[in-house]
């Protein structure tokens, strides 16, 4: 893992309901569209708590939100690629849903960070490839250091892992109207108390 600066420009993020319950009215108003990442039943019973696959634009207040609130809160991911919504959202939804030992389903929040993080470490190169599909980077915070994100990608039959700065990475989005009067975003994430709570994770992966 090397510290480095890329060009990445996320369009979306999978955040998690459960995590960013107290704030998840007003990020659905701070994007340009959202969708629940469950269907049906689930989705009806689980709507709170679910995940959700946000779009967002340059313009629109969700990146200042997130400065504010988000950061060391395990949220969830951004998502860099030139797919459109409707395929990143049936790509992720492909991965909601896993098997344990004991042949029991539950679902896998790939989308907590804390779990990719483990989960992308584990995969061999054929589940890397299905997990990553037309996604360019998945980017995630480090519990070590909030200030930062890592930027995974899957390049040349191998897992990439560029550590950048929240700063470097949220500085190509945001337009000059949302960064003014906004506190430097490595200030921010640095006074973020880290989330320690530990998340259980599927003993066994089957990709849907």
Known sequence: MKN???NIVPRFAIIDGAKANDELADIFQSVTRKQCLYRGESENKLASVAPYLLFFTPDDPFLPLFLNHGIAQSWGIFISTTAEMEEVMHHFRKFLIVDTEDDKKMYFRFYDPRVLHIFLSTCNEQQLQEFFGP??????????NP??????SYQQHNLQADTISFADFLSTPLSASQSTNEQNPAQLAAEKQDDSQKEDRPKKRTFL
């Open 4 to 6: 480095t600066k890329l």
């Open 135 to 144: 996604i360019d980077y998945i980017l995630a915070e480090i519990k070590e």
């Open 147 to 152: 200030s930062h994100v890592i930027a995974y």
